[in-house]
């Protein structure tokens, strides 16, 4: 179905690769170790093979996400991880958002209600928001840790909706993976895919998205405002 912007009061949005650009983070901390000897690849080429590398990562690395949240195994899965990060790692301002996407969220708050809906734990969620500045542009919020499961299950979305005081089919879901796109349409919301992260345009569209964008600054054409 054809994205229905007259519906939407809520904008639940993903944050890696959706809002902050994390995801060409990682790219090119992966380029500087491929074994790949510099006199046969540039530096561009070992930045698209990394960008490549990763995005074959990506769907079987939420594959495993989503089977440890079936099987009640999250849980432990984010203690470990707690563990294996530092205090003083946790502590550093790790996020740099995508070019003009807090002015477009700042905007769009002005008409719609905003949330973050994460795959990332509530610590980091919370990080996130107050880093940037966004505690009084967010209204809620749902991490990896807040609903019994997590993206691609409709939990945070239906969690989100009832927080807002909404019906889920009034809510759009934002973000540049499968599991977003998969996480609105399980729950009744319309879905748009973002092509700033790792998600292709070809699987966001055959996962069900309503609409795949550039980026979230389309979303101010996209949306009345």
């Known amino acids: 179905m054809p994205l229905n912007p007259t519906k939407i009061k ?14 060409d983070a990682m790219v090119e901390k992966l380029a500087k170790i491929i074994p790949l000897p510099y006199p046969f690849f540039s530096s561009q080429s070992r930045l698209r093979a990394a960008r490549k ?5 990506e769907t079987p690395a939420n594959q495993m996400l989503y089977y440890l949240d079936r099987f009640g195994l999250d849980d432990w899965f984010f203690r470990i991880q707690h563990k294996v990060i530092s205090g003083k790692r946790r502590g550093e301002t790790i996020w740099k958002p995508i070019n003009g ?13 905003i949330a973050i809906i994460s795959a990332r734990d509530s610590h980091l969620t919370q990080s996130f928001i107050s880093q940037l500045g966004l505690s009084t542009i967010i209204q809620c919020w749902a991490s990896c840790e807040t609903t019994l499961h997590s993206k691609p299950y409709p939990d945070p979305i239906k969690l989100v909706a009832q927080q807002l005081r909404v019906n889920p089919s009034e809510c759009v879901m934002v973000g540049d993976t499968t599991a977003d796109i998969l996480a609105g349409k399980n729950a009744g919301a319309q879905a748009i895919g973002v ?19 550039a980026d979230v600054n389309i979303l101010l054409r996209l949306l009345p405002t």
Do not use: N, P, Q
């Open 101 to 113: 996407v807090i002015d477009t969220i700042t905007t769009l708050s002005k008409h719609y209600a």
């Open 10 to 23: 809520v904008i639940c949005f993903d944050i890696d690769g959706t809002l902050a650009d994390t995801d």
């Open 53 to 57: 590398i990763l995005m074959a990562i």
């Open 195 to 213: 092509l700033s992260g790792f998600g292709e345009e070809r699987e966001l569209w055959a996962a069900g998205a309503d609409e795949v964008i």
